[in-house]
Each structure stands twice: as C-alpha cells, then as structure tokens.
C-alpha cells in the first residue's frame, strides 16, 4: 500500500516566483505563490515546489563544483518544438549535448532539466 498518491518535488532557486512561472507556464500547471515559497500543480494532484533559498547558487553541469543534485525529464513529441518553446519561456540550451534522444537546458535559475522523446 502506498503511503502518499504523489511525491512532491522542491527546487531550491533565488525566486520561487519565476521558477514556478517557468515551469508552471511550460507544462500548464497551475502556479500559486505565496513569499519565499511557490508550486505549481497539475489536474491530476501532482506537485512541484519551489523554495527560496539565501546565496543561492545554480549548478554547474557537466562539472561537479556545484552539482545539480537533481533534474527533470519532460517528455515531448517534438524536440525541436519543444525546444522553441521552452527557449521562448527563458531556458537556455546547454552547450554539452551528449545524446540524440534528448537535449539539455537549463531553467531561469540555472538547473539542468532535458527534453525527452520516448
């Protein structure tokens, strides 16, 4: 038996606001806001927060001196039109890109997050 329905995740970032917004905007989630802390959520119940965290500083990906410690695989259908979008709502394509099944960007506060095809 399952002890929760969803995990929720939380991402720390300098403005929880604007990262929600992002991601909120980007995979049309509801986005609440509140200070210091923010979330999207989908129809369905899942979660995304985001927190704000003092000194916060991005990962740098591929190198580990500051490591991304996690990120996310959106699934797309196209990703070149994935990756028009997601660029037109303030990600940045990552310079190392080490597959062709999948492309690495980075969003508004710096974190490594890809686009996927199945």
């Given amino acids: 038996m ?3 329905r969803f995990p929720s995740l939380v991402l720390d970032c300098a403005d929880p ?26 129809e369905y119940g899942q979660v995304i927060s985001f927190q704000q965290v ?10 580990q001196d500051v490591p991304q410690q996690m990120h996310l695989d959106v699934i797309v259908d196209d990703l070149d ?20 099944t999948f492309r690495v960007f980075l969003d508004p506060a710096g ?6 095809v199945s």
């Fill in 111 to 116: 974190h490594p997050f890809c686009l996927c």
């Fill in 17 to 42: 606001g604007a990262l929600a917004t992002f991601y909120g905007t980007m995979l049309d989630w509801k986005v609440e806001t509140s200070p210091g802390w923010a979330e999207i959520r989908a």
């Fill in 54 to 63: 003092e000194n916060y500083r991005p990962p740098q990906w591929p190198g």
């Fill in 81 to 100: 039109g994935g990756e028009a979008a997601v660029v037109a709502l303030g990600a940045t394509k990552h310079d190392h890109q080490p597959g062709e």
């Fill in 2 to 4: 399952a002890i929760a």
